[in-house]
């Protein structure tokens, strides 16, 4: 008989290890050598010699196809000389083929003669797997396997096309037939694997054969009837996407194959497929397809019958497909307008503010066809038709609207028009008031996204590049500078137009105001923000101003803007005087009015400006402790909630800036004393006041900022402690045990007062954006080392019952706590899993009968697993907190050896957790922990039973250097 041969080249990586297959250890043929083909020859047993056999070794087919150098011409050449040679033989190393790349190891006899008995072959197949759940098409290279697969088939099938054409029609029989068994196999397999290689071979027929060849048109209808529209319904996802791939192959790249244009509603039909890749790939085939001309009427058709699902398509879910949905619809509305009716028009055109940026411009482009307006109008009527739409959608996002449109409709960035429009009296443009706001919002979301290319934030697309329009800050600066101070005035009297209008200085280029004579303009700039800031009650149209002006004192330093900080705190000062020294005649609600507005501006700016100079500390914390002790004005009138907020806050930035001064400025010996122990008394003042609110329960609202704003300061106060001077050191504040013990009472409190999924509704996004704020603060005190790390695990336990609303936040601060001492760390990780494990094992004889399956247990896994995730990243840099949770936590366990010798530790169920961490350790650490754990494992194996013996043995076994494991990427 004659078989396949292969000459060795030891110079060649596996092939089979470069597939990542599963090694066969105990087939009956020869295994996948570690040499890959570099030449096949097609021998007799009889002219293969012994010593031609020494260098000559046995491969199956589908070896040689996934070698790595193998030319499949040139193998298929020889396969089919083979064929030609011995029929049977070559026939069925070619059905070996289709078994092997199923995954079986089943050899097929060498004695097997026609007619073939295809069950039998499937059913002893079937008998063969090593897995059957894991076979190479659903492997992570399935794509190369299919690559290489379907570029051997194309190369036989066209060799063999060659061949007398009684012989072909004999292979392609056999071949063929294999297949469709294989395809209607029981064994998933079988069924996959059958199922792509005839589909492989349908393709191939199409591309090799006409339309008019009678035995290939025959075959391969006989396999779309029999294997294609019945596998298309296959139960499993990876056949069905298999069939709907090639149906749009064949369709758009082989004309002339033998289906015709009805098929297109297979693509339809599989709208509705449960399986989301199932569906993408269909609407992905009808996109191709329905651009080609012969076959647009036909998809226009099946649209307007299938129209209600391409719908809930569009408006489901943000996705791809919903995207692609609503494009294709709008293609088809321009050739059948009467499928989509006005209200549906509309609807599909509110996606216009989908955070989806891909489905947010589709919708614009249905919303251009339909809303552009006609030929000649001005600027005014064609922007009435987006402000109307503004308007009438009942959305303030004007960046969304903005990002839209900005690719695909020029009018948002025509900011010339724009501005002429604002200039002029706005109803001769017919504008109303609210349409002129409308337009303003438009102005700065353009500008700003031009200038900046930031996308708006909520909103995601696969496109990550923030790139701003080149020229476009010069542009908008051109037009915008000379006349801001105009718009302002005329638009003074609308605190949400003055507010954008505040912000578009931000996004100006400063160089335009240095050259020529145009401070002038910034004079007139620096004016009205006098006339709007000083006297203005909203605090977001304050924060915007005083950062437009800070923003503009950092580029262009002036004059004006220190006067402008002098009035400020001056008309706070005359304001609070006024209070003081109140008469009878005069009316204290209104100077009680003036003293919050006054208080609102010098705590924004505080925030913005150091203010030290005007020694402010003092007076804000007097004023403090004495608002929080009588919640009065000193009138006697009931204090409102924000003035004592804006108290707290001003107070903050004033400490803050009086640390930073500490920093950088030169004092002489006693003046740096008589500072130091100012702002220390200052620190405590403001720490009284702060306690106080936290301790008095989580009903104070005030309690939150109290507790963000004392955590801060113990950062900033904490710092000082390494500092080498005496009077800078008694300036640092470690925060003492029992001020701790409050913030922890407090965070916990309000941690726990909400289930997990009751903190993720979006009814109590407040609540949970308050707790993670005050999260953020405490574990801020653990990742820079203000105290010991340790105190934090009674809320690291939660990371994993809390991962949801928490976790990022927990995760971030172990991975900055790392940075800062490896060891505390480890014990924190430690004290973590132990307290959950204590809690589990309250009672010592608990662990004996350890519910290893419990909820609680399965928690206590999945906390190990989720930190063991967070060192993996640097393993040489976190190798001494690995190697520091292994020996501490093996001390754990084996704490009552020690004491009493030869005794069975009741603890020996916590090495599982232990074994998580094992991978981290390196080789050589592995070694030296595993020596450590033997030393107590010899004292306590006497006494142990046959379930504690197995958790010895898996702790050890894991401590084996051979042993590695590979992890995804830190949750």
Known sequence: ?????????????????????????????????????????????????????????????????????????????????????????????????????????????????????????????????????????????????????????????????????????????????????????????????????????????????SSDDEVAQTVWMRMFNSMFQVRRQDMVNEIRLLCLFELGQWLSRYPQCYIQPPSLRIFYESLKNGSGKVRQCSMDNISVLCRKDELFPQCVALATEFREILLDLCVDKEDEIAEKSLRLLTDFYKFAPEMLSDGVCQLLEQLIMAANRGLAQAAVDLFILRRNGLEGESFSQRIQHLLQFFVESEHEQADHFVDSLFNNCKIVLDWKSMIAVLMENPRCQQLSDIYCSSLIAILLAGVKQATTGEIPPGRYTNDLKREPIRGAQEIATKLLAPVLPELLQKYANRVEDIERLLELPMYFCLEYYRVGNRMEQLSELFEQFDIILFNQTSSTLLQTGVQTLAFLNRMIPNSHTKHFLIGAVTNYKMAWQRMQDLGSTESPQNWSNRLLVTLRLLTILSGHFDLTEWQLTEPLLFSLKRLVSSRRMPDGTDLPPEALSLYLKASFCCLAWDMENLKETAFGNEGLEEYCAALNQNLEDYLFVTFSLVGSGHTEPLAYPCFSYTCDLFVLHGNLCGSSNPSIRSVAHVPSGNEV????????????????????????????????????????????????????????????????????????????????????????????????????????????QMPLRSPEFSELMELANRLSKILIPNPMEYRECVIGFHRSGIMFVFEATQKQNAVASKKLPFLRVLKVFAPLLLAQDKVAILTYFQGFEQLVIPKCNRKDLKYLKDYRTALSPRKTKCYSAAT
């Open 741 to 848: 013990d409050i913030l922890e009472s407090f965070l916990m409190e309000n941690f726990l007062e909400l289930s997990p999924a009751d903190l993720m509704k979006e009814s109590n996004s407040d609540q949970l954006q308050r707790i993670r704020a005050i999260l953020t603060s405490y574990l801020k005190l653990v990742c820079l080392g203000v105290m010991p790390s340790m105190r934090a695990s009674k809320f690291y336990k939660y990371y994993v019952k809390y991962h949801a609303p928490f976790g990022d936040v927990m995760r971030c601060s172990l991975e900055l706590a790392i940075q800062v001492n490896p060891v505390h760390l480890a014990m924190t990780l430690l004290h973590t899993c132990l307290l959950l494990y204590m809690e589990i094992f309250a009672d010592d004889n608990a662990a004996g």
């Open 1 to 209: 008989m004659s078989y396949i041969t292969i000459e060795i080249d030891e110079n060649d990586s596996p092939a089979a290890d470069q597939m990542d297959f599963e090694i066969q250890e105990h087939s009956s043929t020869a295994q996948i050598d570690e040499q890959v083909v570099d030449d096949v020859q097609v021998v007799d047993d009889e002219q293969v010699g012994d010593t031609t056999k020494e260098h000559v070794m046995n491969k199956t087919l589908l070896q040689m196809v996934l070698s790595k150098k193998q030319v499949h011409l040139s193998l298929a050449q020889r396969w089919v000389a083979f064929y030609l040679e011995s029929p049977t033989a070559a026939l069925v190393s070619l059905l070996q083929f289709v078994v092997e790349a199923s995954g079986s190891q089943y050899q097929i006899p060498e004695d097997t003669s026609m007619p073939f008995s295809y069950s039998d072959i499937i059913s002893n197949s079937s008998l063969h797997f090593p897995n059957t759940s894991i076979y190479p098409l659903i492997r992570k290279p399935a794509d190369v396997f299919k690559q290489k697969v379907g570029s051997f088939l194309k190369a036989l099938l066209l060799v063999a096309n060659e061949i007398p054409l009684e012989l072909y029609d004999i292979f392609l029989t056999e071949m063929t037939n294999f297949v469709l068994v294989c395809s209607d196999s029981t064994t998933r397999a079988f069924r996959h694997t059958g199922t792509m290689i005839g589909l492989k071979i349908m393709t191939i027929l199409s591309d090799l054969k």
